[in-house]
Structure formats: structure tokens, C-alpha cells
């Protein structure tokens, strides 16, 4: 695990995702840092080393990426894994057979199956629920109760919950509060702020970038958590390449001026799509019909650059999606590059059918991971490929 300074949390958001964690190598001068590709390190004599011993427990650039991302969260230690449901699983991890936890009904179809399909076979016990209203994560505390699990916005019915409100009750409960942060980045939402104890991500996705590698990560600022999920990632060893943490590294630079940038063309594209009779609603935190926007604006700095649309039917769905050019059909999000996907068939294939439209993912619903290219150009795809799709059933 790495610790943030004090240095790394004094600057602006684009500075400390430059900087943060990164200082030129002082061996060579080198501006980047090396990609540190080794198993083991010498050590000077019996128990003397620099401070690495073995690269489960420890690698130089896996070091500057999990600093630089605690900086960005504005927490105090940051840890790397190798996938986004690894750092779901180390979380887990923290609890024991017979506690409960609360998670919010709209979380990733991912973090769904892990939950259900392996640690309630462990004994852990799961109560999923509408996590727009606070007093509904209330309600579902019991005495074995430890954590509270959310995803703001949410995946893909871009749902809120409220992060003052849920950290209020967690504190007040003395609940662990964990918050999935991959689709606001911190660079739009910052849960630690609002009483959250951990915050997750997707690395795979904005922070990395450019779709070229899978990582997770979790940001703390808690000592005790740090040093017990520090403890997990050694023990359990689901610990990322230092190559993939280089790449994430050279993605968090950008990180600002690309989330400004989706979101620009995401603001204009949800609210062109609005205005389409052949689209039945568009879900997007950004538009001021959506029913949390609101909250949107008090807990948000921007809305980011995911929209999902209700289609009516899966045959339009399946139209649209085999005409658009520049979108590509793809699972995944947060790249450079658009992406457009069919959440029930894809992504949430392994959430009951029941659950799926119990919270309106329906089989007319697509998702879009909107890019950086020319805002217009976008648009024109996917005008050209509604109007292919038709507006019949
Ligand atoms: C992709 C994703 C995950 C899982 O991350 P992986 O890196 O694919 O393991 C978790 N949460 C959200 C919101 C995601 O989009």
C-alpha cells in the first residue's frame, strides 16, 4: 500500500494527476517512471533491503500508481489490484461469515454474481435495494449489518444515491461505507468527502482510459483499513503488472481533460437524443428531466460520459446497435473510443431477469459509452442509425 504526502494532496486536480506519486528517477533522471518488470529484489544482508522484498508485496511503479490514485480521490493511501472486481473481492474479504451487507439493486452485474454467487455461499448474507432513497438502506439494517455497498451513478440506469446521506447513516450505524466510483471518476465526484470509508474503481475503465489493460483500486483514508487491506492484497495476491500499472499511470495524466471532453459531448448528445420521438427516454444525470439531477448538481461536478436510452424493443435495440459506425459494439466503457452495448444481453446478463426489470433494464435499453471524438461526428452516427433502426416495434 502507498501513502499519500502532503504534497501530493496541495495541488490542483490536473496537477496532482501529473505529479502525484511521480518524481524523476533518481538514478537516471528519467521522467516516467520505469516499468519495474521483477519478481524479487537483492537484499544488502539478512534482513537489510530497500524497502522491497518481493513483488507480490511491493513494486516501485505499482507504488507511484497507488499514490497517485489516492491523490486523485484526495485519500490517504491507495492500493492497486489486478481487476476491478479484485478490489470488490478484497472488500468483501474485510467481513466474516454471518455479517450482512446492504448493497444498492443497480450495482455491476459483476459485483452482483461475486456477492451473490460466491460470498453467500461463505456465509455472508446480501440485501439488495433501491439505494435512491436513503431511508431504504435504513430500513434494511439488522443487528449483523457491517456494510453498506453502493454504485453512484449506476450501471445502467444512471441512478443516485444520495453520499451525504447514506455516509450520515453509516457513520451513525458504525457501517463500513463503500462507494464504486468508477463511472464519476474523482475527478467529477469525490465520495470521501461525503463520509465514505472506501471508494472503488474500475481502473479499466476512465482512469486507465484507453482500453488497454484491467485493474481495480481502492482509495482510504482510515489507517486501520489500509493496513488490513494492505495485509489482503499481499495475502490473496490478486495484485496488478507493473506494465498495467504503467499504462493506468500514463492514462490518470490525462484524466482531466478527458473527462471534460466526454462530458461536453455527452451533455450535448443526451439532450439531442431527448428531443427524439423515436427514443423513449434517455438516462442521463446531466439532463435537467432526470429525476436526481438535483442531487446531481449538490454531489457532482459534472455528469461524465454515459447515457442509456430506452429503445421499446430489443429488435430496435438490435437495429441500432448493428447500424451505428463510429460506436462500437463492445462490454466495457470509459476509452477514448465510443462504445455502445445491450446492458440486459451483455453486461447485466447474469442479473435474474426478474431484478432486471424490476429496476427497468429492459430488453430495449442501450447503454453508450460516450468518447472524445468530434462531438458532431458522433451525433451523425447515431442519427444515421436511428433513422435505419425506424421507429417501428
Ligand atoms: C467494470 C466495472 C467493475 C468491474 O471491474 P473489472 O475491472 O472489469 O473487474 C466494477 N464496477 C463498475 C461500475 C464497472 O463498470
Redesign the pocket.
Known amino acids: 500500500m502507498a501513502q499519500t504526502s502532503d504534497d501530493d494532496l496541495r495541488y490542483g486536480f490536473g496537477t496532482r494527476a501529473i505529479h502525484a506519486g511521480q518524481a524523476p528517477d533518481p538514478s537516471t533522471g528519467a521522467i516516467m517512471p520505469p516499468i519495474y518488470q521483477t519478481s524479487t529484489y537483492v537484499q544488502d544482508s539478512l534482513g537489510h533491503h530497500k524497502g522491497f522484498e518481493y513483488a507480490r508485496t511491493r513494486n516501485p511503479t505499482r507504488d507511484a500508481l497507488e499514490r497517485n490514485l489516492a491523490a486523485l480521490e484526495g485519500g490517504r493511501y491507495g492500493l492497486a489490484w489486478a481487476?476491478?472486481?479484485?478490489a470488490?473481492d478484497a472488500v468483501l474479504k474485510l467481513l466474516s461469515a454471518g455479517d450482512h451487507v446492504i448493497c444498492g439493486e443497480n450495482v455491476?452485474g459483476?459485483?452482483h454474481r461475486l456477492m451473490v454467487q460466491v460470498f453467500q455461499r461463505l456465509g455472508l448474507s446480501f440485501t439488495f435495494v433501491d439505494a435512491r432513497d436513503a431511508g431504504r438502506v435504513e430500513d434494511a439494517i439488522t443487528p449483523a449489518t457491517r456494510m453498506v455497498y453502493v454504485?453512484t451513478p449506476t450501471?445502467p440506469m444512471m441512478r443516485l444515491t444520495d453520499l451525504a446521506a447514506v455516509g450520515e447513516i453509516a457513520r451513525r450505524r458504525d457501517l463500513l461505507f463503500v462507494v464504486?466510483n468508477?463511472?464519476a471518476t474523482p475527478y467529477f465526484q469525490t465520495p470521501l468527502e461525503f463520509g465514505a470509508d472506501l471508494v472503488l474503481h474500475?481502473t479499466?475503465?476512465y482512469l486507465n482510459g484507453h482500453s488497454d489493460m484491467?485493474?481495480?483500486a481502492l482509495v482510504m483514508s482510515r489507517d486501520d483499513l489500509a493496513e488490513r487491506l494492505g495485509f489482503l492484497q499481499n495475502a490473496a495476491g490478486a495484485v496488478p503488472g507493473p506494465m498495467d500499472c504503467w499504462l493506468t499511470l500514463r492514462g490518470t495524466k490525462t484524466l482531466a481533460v478527458r473527462m471534460r471532453q466526454h462530458d461536453a459531448s455527452a451533455r450535448r448528445l443526451a439532450a439531442w437524443l431527448a428531443e427524439r420521438p423515436d427514443v423513449l427516454r434517455v438516462y442521463y444525470p446531466g439532463l435537467p428531466t432526470h429525476e436526481q439531477h438535483d442531487l446531481a448538481c449538490r454531489q457532482m461536478r459534472g455528469f461524465g460520459g454515459m447515457i442509456s436510452l430506452e429503445l421499446g424493443s430489443l429488435e430496435r435495440a438490435r437495429r441500432v446497435v448493428g447500424a451505428v459506425r463510429l460506436f462500437a459494439l463492445a462490454e466495457?466503457?470509459g476509452g477514448v473510443e465510443s462504445l455502445i452495448g445491450h446492458p440486459a444481453s451483455m453486461t447485466h446478463a447474469s442479473v435474474p431477469p426478474a431484478m432486471r426489470e424490476a429496476m427497468g433494464l429492459t430488453d430495449g435499453l442501450i447503454r453508450l459509452s460516450v468518447g472524445i471524438e468530434d462531438t458532431e461526428d458522433l451525433l451523425q452516427d447515431l442519427e444515421q442509425a436511428l433513422a435505419r433502426a425506424g421507429d417501428g416495434p
Request: zero cysteines; charged letters at 15%; hydrophobic letters at 25%.
Open positions: 481487476s476491478g472486481l479484485a470488490t455491476y459483476g459485483t454504485e450501471n464504486d468508477t463511472f474500475s479499466t475503465k484491467v485493474g481495480g466495457s466503457l
